[in-house]
């Protein structure tokens, strides 16, 4: 992706955030710190986009579309490759096409009173898809934090911004990372849950807080962490009903993240299904 125009994206979010505070990543906010010369060139380059109006329906036809163009390995490959380069653009691919390829298409159901704008299967608000849906602060945190998220609006970006950055294959060094991350998590005491993994991995990869829990969130989806009850979306899509909470105060770890405990590991299975063949 083109360095300029990515710096456009940063600069403009960092300064909307330095003055606007809670509004930083409202439209009207952080279009007031780019020129319509900046803005032009980032969008001309698929790094900062106009507004889109998408239907609830939409959207889930242009995620499969999307993710049946997209090979397993490649999402692979840009995951692990992003692990020693730190090029966090390239991390949440991969529980982007996990979801998107369980996903099945469906119209907006309406979920029981008093959440009835929310859809009770993907977990979409009317309000997320009803208003024009802008693309910039999404590509924001991409490359700020390899974010992970379940949201439909996130992964549909996710998965058409794929084909437009350059394939990229995971080094020695990237692959011992993923070695010795999965080495980590098996060490980890039965008690243990993602507050205190956050902290052990520290020692595989270069990460800030954030970017770890975006990496071990991506690991819940994609099925390898996870608890006997609550699993990720590799076999079939988890409903909007399904990813629920602990019983806690401040559960702000995605589903089904939230529920591992060191007791239970690494799921094998999973972990040879997306990392084995790449891993030889």
């Known amino acids: ?23 930083w990543f409202y439209w009207d906010s952080y279009m007031k710190f780019i020129t319509d010369d900046e803005f032009e060139y980032a969008k001309s380059h698929s790094v900062m986009f106009e507004p889109e109006t998408i239907s609830h329906n939409e959207i889930c036809k242009r995620i499969k579309k999307a993710v049946d163009h997209i090979e397993k390995h490649d999402v692979v490959n840009a995951f692990i490759y992003s692990l020693s380069t730190r090029q966090l653009e390239y991390r949440s691919f991969l529980s982007s096409y996990c979801i998107g390829k369980s996903l099945i298409e469906h119209n907006f159901v309406a979920s029981p009173e008093p959440n009835s704008t929310i859809c009770a299967v993907c977990g979409l608000h009317r309000f997320e898809f009803e208003d024009p849906i802008e693309f910039n602060t999404m590509n924001y945190f991409k490359y700020k934090h390899g974010s992970c998220t379940e949201n439909l609006i996130s992964v549909l970006f996710d998965l058409e911004q794929f084909p437009r950055l350059s394939v990229v294959k995971p080094s020695e060094v990237d692959f011992n990372i993923l070695n010795q991350l999965k080495s980590i998590i098996e060490r980890a005491q ?21 970017e770890r829990l975006g990496l071990l969130e991506i690991f819940g989806v994609i099925g390898i962490l996870h608890d006997d009850e609550h699993f990720g979306y590799v076999n079939k899509y ?43």
């Open 238 to 280: 988890v409903t909007y009903p399904e990813r629920v909470h602990r019983p806690i105060r401040n559960d702000d770890v995605n589903y089904p993240t939230r529920w591992w405990q060191g007791k239970f590991g690494v799921d094998q299975e999973k972990w040879d299904y997306w990392f084995k063949v790449n891993n030889q």
């Open 190 to 210: 039965p008690n243990d849950r993602i507050a205190q993994l956050k902290k052990s991995i520290a020692q595989a990869v270069k990460s800030n807080d954030e």
């Open 1 to 23: 992706m083109d360095k300029k125009a990515v710096k456009i994206l940063l600069k403009t979010m960092k300064h909307s955030q330095d003055e606007c505070l809670e509004n």
